[in-house]
């Protein structure tokens, strides 16, 4: 099933060879640890720039996107069996 979104999660990352690697998302009182990510992209809207990641628990895959003005990140899509 594909669900779009935009709910706020929280993120744990870490930061390595100048990269954030999302490690967890807690969304609707659970924590979900990230096995893989699949992609990173950046974008601008207006002046703000946005980060996307493409990340998965190897059950589920999710869209995750970053506002580097505020650092909210908010979960965007989500992909599950």
Same mark, same amino acid.
């Given at each position: 099933? @594909?669900?779009?979104?935009?709910?706020?999660?929280?993120?744990? &990352?870490?930061? %390595?060879?100048?990269?954030?690697?999302?490690?967890?998302?807690? +969304?609707?009182?659970?924590?979900?640890?990230?096995? =893989? &990510?699949?992609?990173? @992209?950046? %974008?601008? #809207?207006?002046?703000?720039?946005?980060?996307?990641?493409? &990340?998965?628990?190897? *059950?589920?895959?999710?869209? /995750?996107?970053?506002? =580097? #003005? *505020?650092? #909210? +990140?908010?979960?965007? #899509? /989500?992909? *599950?069996?």
């Amino acid at each position: 099933m @594909h669900t779009f979104l935009n709910d706020p999660v929280d993120v744990t &990352v870490d930061f %390595a060879n100048k990269r954030i690697q999302p490690l967890s998302i807690r +969304w609707d009182g659970k924590t979900y640890a990230m096995k =893989t &990510v699949n992609l990173v @992209h950046g %974008a601008r #809207e207006g002046s703000k720039r946005i980060f996307y990641f493409s &990340v998965s628990d190897q *059950t589920n895959f999710m869209k /995750l996107r970053l506002d =580097t #003005e *505020t650092l #909210e +990140w908010r979960l965007i #899509e /989500l992909y *599950t069996d």
